[in-house]
């Protein structure tokens, strides 16, 4: 077996890796797949090239068949050019990431992040928060059954002489709520804000500093945001 760091330069220049691939678990569980029919084999490994070197086995191990519905079979020019886009943002991803390390710079955590933000050139803001929202309520469970609370509240309505006040039942709020407020219970409490106290299933877009107005954006994005929130 080769566990030479040439196998990394080969990644790097070229669009796979050969097959079959076989990964640590625990490694793949904290590293993880992107959502995407085509590359995401390609993407995992040149990911686990940034930590580990990569081993490469020359005697064939199976053997495969060729048949017209290939991922890379018969393709028509426009979809080798779309193929070929998708490698290429990830090389050149995984680039900008080593420059970054080597800088000694901290990297955004990749697990977290949903998509890239690159100031409305592919998608607009308001576009990409409804994507990461809708995907959201998929992949995150304990989301999914609070938008659907929040969709059953219950409000009245009171009227007085120079007043009005609007009145809201919803039972799910009742958790935090009661949630204790004395100085012990919050100061012992994890801040729910930092990035190692967030849920695991909770992602979010990231928006790099090249933005021309990057504290803008994230202001944008959070009003984008919270506007698909269902109204109550």
């Given at each position: ?40 084999d390609y993407a995992v490994a040149l990911r686990i090239t940034r930590e580990y070197k990569v ?178």
């Amino acid at each position: 077996m080769d566990t030479g760091q040439t196998d990394i330069i080969i990644c790097l220049r070229v669009n796979g890796m050969g097959a079959p691939r076989a990964f640590d678990a625990s490694v793949i569980r904290r590293i993880g797949f992107p959502n995407v029919s085509y590359g995401e084999d390609y993407a995992v490994a040149l990911r686990i090239t940034r930590e580990y070197k990569v081993g490469r086995i020359y005697d064939s191990l199976y053997l495969c068949r060729r048949w017209k519905n290939n991922t890379d079979a018969g393709l028509s020019v426009k979809k080798q050019n779309i193929n070929d886009l998708y490698k290429d943002k990830l090389r050149t991803a995984e680039i900008e990431a080593r420059k970054l390390i080597n800088k000694g710079k901290p990297l955004p955590d990749s697990n977290r992040i949903f998509a890239e933000f690159n100031g409305g050139k592919d998608l607009s803001l308001s576009l990409l928060c409804q994507s990461l929202y809708d995907s959201q309520k998929k992949s995150w469970p304990q989301l999914a059954a609070a938008c659907r609370d929040l969709a059953s509240v219950q409000t009245r309505k009171l009227s007085g002489e120079k007043y009005k006040v609007i009145l809201q039942y919803n039972p799910a709020r009742a958790v935090s709520s009661g949630a204790a407020v004395d100085k012990e219970s919050i100061k012992n409490r994890p801040c729910f804000l930092c990035e190692n106290n967030l849920p695991r299933e909770q992602l979010g877009c990231f928006i790099p500093r090249s933005i021309s107005d990057p504290l803008q954006s994230r202001a944008d994005f959070r009003q984008a945001f919270y506007n698909r929130l269902p109204a109550t």
